[in-house]
């Protein structure tokens, strides 16, 4: 068990500003509608995730995003480590 813990990686700590700059990035994408791309960490591995936020859900913050194929993910906020608003 130790041997696979050692590869994966441990989720970055956020301070509560970046966290806010994440809100505020994801806020005026939605606004805007403009792609973003996610950078999410996942059971210690990091993946990325492109698309346009559709729906925050204010209990759970739970996002609903909306793939270029026109298909559906939702992402939990606490798995993002990362928020850029493509043009």
Known sequence: MGEVDYFL???PILDEYQVEEFENNIHY???YH???RFRLHNEGNPQELHGYCVYI???TKELSIQMRDR???KIRFDEIIGVTVED
């Open 9 to 11: 990686n441990k989720k």
């Open 29 to 31: 994408a939605m606004e």
């Open 34 to 36: 403009l792609p973003i």
């Open 57 to 59: 859900h204010p209990v």
């Open 71 to 73: 298909s559906f993910e």
